[in-house]
């Protein structure tokens, strides 16, 4: 069983920042963020691979968003820069996903319980 907690959310104007941080008891393989706003499906934000050497981004963060896996610690972080209106909604972190790399929900077994993000314009 992987217990994950995650905090750093909050409200922001757009173009501000804000850095998530993500727990974990223990994890191995990938893990990744999440996000899901009102309405939509919940998207794959960014992941990287268990030792750290391999990140996937979505095409809307990449170049504003930077995954961090910090292993002596059990943490992953997710620094979010250049923040837009669009990013705003329910952040989760996942643990426990493939040996190498996914972003698909149903690829992690672990979920925490979520951090809201929200931008205003």
């Known amino acids: 069983q992987v217990q994950l907690h995650e905090s750093g959310g909050g409200s922001v104007e757009a173009g501000e920042s804000l850095r998530l941080s993500c727990e974990f008891s223990?994890?191995?393989?990938?893990m990744a963020w999440f996000r899901q706003a009102p309405g939509k499906e919940r998207e794959g934000v960014a992941a990287i691979s268990g030792a750290g050497g391999s990140t996937y981004y979505a095409d809307s963060v990449k170049g504003r968003f930077t995954v961090s896996r910090y292993v002596v610690k059990n943490q992953m972080d997710l620094q979010m820069n250049g923040l837009l209106p669009e990013d705003t909604a329910m952040y989760y972190c996942?643990?426990?996903?493939?040996?190498?790399?996914?972003?698909?929900?149903?690829?992690?077994?672990?979920w925490g319980q979520g951090t809201q993000v929200t931008v205003s314009s």
């Open positions: 996942a643990a426990e996903g493939p040996r190498g790399m996914g972003w698909v929900p149903g690829m992690f077994n672990y």
């Open positions: 223990s994890s191995r393989y990938c």
